[in-house]
C-alpha cells in the first residue's frame, strides 16, 4: 500500500515554517514592546509602559515555553492574546495623542499571520467587534480615549477593507498549500504505484520489505514473500492481443487482493510477475496461501475479459532467515518459481524441494 511519506514531510515542513515565524515575529515584537515601554517611562506614561513590559514578558514566556515543549502552539496563542490586549488597550487609551489605532493594522495582521485563514478571520471579527465597543459604545469607564466621529468611521472601515484583502490572501495561500498536499501525494502514490493494475509497484514494495525486515531483526517476527508467475502469457498476448492480456493481469490483481490479508501487500514485481510480502508468516503457513493462490487462479472466471484458454500460475516461496538480506530473499523464491516452471508449471514450489501441486505435498 502507498505510504503517506509526502503527507507527513510536508507537515514537517509546515511545522518547521511555524516554528520560525513564531520565533521571528516573537521575539520582533518583544524588542518592539521593550523599546515603546522604555520611551513611555521617558514620557512618564506609566500605565502605557507596564502594559508593554507585561506584554513583552508574556510574549516571551510563550515563546519560551514553546520552545521547551516544541508546541508551537503555546507561542502562536501566547503572542496573539498578548497583540489582542495590546490592540484593545491601545484602542481604549489612544496611545501616545491618540496615534494608538495606527498600531491596530499591524497587530492584526500579526494574529492572522500566526493564525492561519480560518482562526485569523475569526480573530478579525473578535477585534472588529471589540473596535467598534470601545470607539462606539457611550460611557466606559475604563476608555479615556476620544476620537472624532469622522476618524472612528474611516478606521473601522479601514481596519475592515484591511481585513477583507488579507482574509482573501491568506485563503489563497492556504489553499495553494493544501492542493500542494493533495498533488504531493498523489504524486507520491503513483510513484509507488503499478499504473496498470493500480498494485503497490517495486518501490513501496522494497520499502516494505527493509521495515519488514527492520522488524525480523528486532522482535524475530518472521516473513516470507511468494514469487509469482502466469504461466504461458506470452501465448495469451500473441493470440488474443496485448489489450487482453492487460486485462488478464488486471483480473488476476484484483483476485489476489481479494484473497490475501489486508496487512499483506500485493505487487505487480514486472510484466506477469506479482510478488507478495507476508507479515508474520512462517515457511508453512507461506505455502498454504501460496497454494490457496494457485487454486483461485487455476478457476478464475475468464469470460468476463473474452478469454477462453485457461489460465495458470507457477509460484516460488520464501521465508526470512537470519542470514538472509532483502535481495537473497527475493533471488531464493525466483529460483524457487523457477522450479515450479521446471516441474511442469501450475506449482507451488518451496526451499526443501518439494512440490505442493494441485493441493498435494510431494
Known sequence: MPSNRSGIAIREIDQTRNFQTIN???????????????????????????????????GLFSILLMRSTRNYG??????SITVATIFAYLIASGGVENT???????????????????????????????AIVLMFYPNLSFVSAEYSQTFKIRFIASFIALGIMASIYEYLRWKSQNDYVVIS?????????????????????????????????RHGHPFSIIMMDLDHFKQINDKY?????????????RLLLKEVRQQDLVCRWGGEEFLVLLPQTNQEQSLIVAEKLRKAIEVID??????????????????????????????ASDRNLYEAKRHGRNQVFDPAGRIC???TVE
Open 302 to 331: 475468464l469470460d468476463v475479459i473474452g478469454i477462453t484458454d485457461p489460465v495458470t500460475a507457477s509460484f516460488g516461496v520464501e521465508c526470512i532467515s537470519a542470514t538472509q538480506n532483502i535481495s537473497e530473499l527475493i533471488a
Open 100 to 130: 494608538g489605532p495606527l498600531w491596530c493594522y499591524s497587530l492584526f495582521l500579526i494574529i492572522m499571520l500566526l493564525q492561519g485563514f480560518k482562526k485569523g478571520v475569526m480573530a478579525f471579527f473578535v477585534l472588529l467587534v471589540v
Open 185 to 217: 501525494h498523489e504524486l507520491e502514490l503513483a510513484s509507488r504505484t503499478d499504473a496498470l493494475t493500480g498494485l503497490a509497484n517495486r518501490r513501496a514494495m522494497q520499502a516494505s520489505l527493509e521495515i519488514e525486515q527492520s522488524l525480523f531483526f
Open 241 to 253: 492481443g496485448h489489450g487482453k492480456g492487460d486485462e488478464l493481469l488486471i483480473l488476476i490483481a
Open 357 to 359: 501441486a494441485k493441493g
Open 24 to 58: 521571528m515575529i516573537g521575539l520582533a515584537g518583544v524588542a518592539f514592546l521593550l523599546f515603546f515601554g522604555v520611551n513611555a517611562i521617558l514620557q512618564e506614561n506609566y500605565l502605557l509602559a507596564a502594559v508593554l513590559f507585561g506584554g513583552s514578558v508574556f
Open 74 to 79: 503555546y507561542g502562536s496563542y501566547g503572542i
